[in-house]
């Protein structure tokens, strides 16, 4: 879980200042997640998921598909 919030973050062009900033928290804080050092909260993973458009299954390394919903079957 931990590396895939790094290399979704590194894909997008962000530096951890700049999730941190959208989570509402400190890099420092931001860098634990990443690290592995502290866990990452439920509402922490949800903020995550939607602002890279993906599941929180796939942030927890419960499915390879990135993309939140098949292409076309949208809620």
């Known amino acids: 879980m931990y590396r ?23 890099q420092t804080g931001y860098s634990k997640y990443e690290t592995g050092e502290n866990d990452i909260p439920t509402p922490i993973l949800i903020k995550l998921a939607r ?3 993906t599941s929180v299954d796939y942030l ?16």
């Open 4 to 26: 895939r919030i790094r290399d979704l973050r590194e894909d997008a062009d962000l530096n951890q200042t700049q999730v941190a900033k959208h989570l509402g928290m400190s």
């Open 51 to 53: 602002y890279y458009h």
């Open 60 to 75: 927890l390394g419960e499915t390879d598909q990135k993309q939140r919903y098949p292409k076309g079957r949208r809620p």
